[in-house]
């Protein structure tokens, strides 16, 4: 696993304007307001109510709870974050999570969040997220992963279960979402988003200036939940 601060991939900032000003260019394409924010986010995770496997919580939510002087330092942390994202044009969701669903339709590819895959959007567009509380996300280099769909076996595999036209098998890999993932390569370095830092990775869409920004969502430590702001 290697730190984000030694990776060419990711460019570290000390601010949120920064963070929303930075483009992406050359092999960066994640960029990093590095931080430790005071608090103590584990008292909101015990304090909040799982409904379902991943639960929006609102900010009116989080100003219902009885926190102590830890507890408040990091509800603020979380509300000057939604803020400053709502500020800047975005629509951030705060999620408490158990597990997100799991894809087993195949046993050959997965198109959940848990493997490797890139954010598409038909407009310009930047995915924003910060861990406070719980496993934190990965991301790897462009050059260290494999396109699932050009590994011969996984495409010929997804060959024999379509039963469309022979030209239109490309926009049945994009449909379903197959062209979105990614196979680590042997030795690729994957980088650690750690807690408590706000991240903007890249987005493929048309134009971008970048290639998009691989990632996934890191498998759950047993009876804990994730407090994930993500947009």
């Not at 005071?38 to 379902?52: P, R, Y």
């Not at 062209?179 to 988003?193: C, F, M, T």
């Amino acid at each position: 696993m290697r730190e984000f601060s030694d990776s060419r991939q990711v460019k570290v900032v000390s601010s949120f304007t920064e963070l929303a000003e930075s483009p992406f260019e050359g092999q960066q394409n994640a960029v990093c307001w590095a931080r430790q924010p005071e608090g103590d986010f584990e008292a909101l995770v015990h304090q909040l109510q799982l409904k379902d496997d991943v639960t929006e919580v609102s900010a009116e939510d989080l100003l219902k709870l009885n926190l102590s002087a830890a507890g408040s330092a990091a509800r603020n942390t979380i509300l000057n974050d939604l803020k400053c994202l709502k500020d800047f044009g975005a629509q951030p969701t705060l999620n408490l999570l158990k597990a997100y669903p799991r894809d087993d339709t195949f046993d050959f590819i997965s198109t959940d969040v848990y493997s490797f895959h890139v954010d598409r959007s038909p407009v310009a567009a930047d995915t924003f997220l910060c861990t406070y509380y719980g496993a934190a996300s990965d991301i790897i280099a462009n050059e260290d992963v494999e396109q699932k769909v050009l590994l011969p076996e996984i495409r010929q595999k997804l060959a024999e279960i379509y039963d469309g036209d022979e030209g239109d098998f490309e926009d049945f890999l994009s449909d379903y979402f197959f062209d979105l993932h990614y196979q680590p390569k042997a030795g690729g370095a994957i980088v650690n988003l750690g807690v408590g830092h706000l991240w903007k990775l890249a987005v493929d869409y048309p134009g971008q200036a970048v290639l998009p920004c691989v990632h996934r969502a890191p498998l759950e430590k047993a009876n804990e939940l994730r407090l994930l702001l993500i947009c």
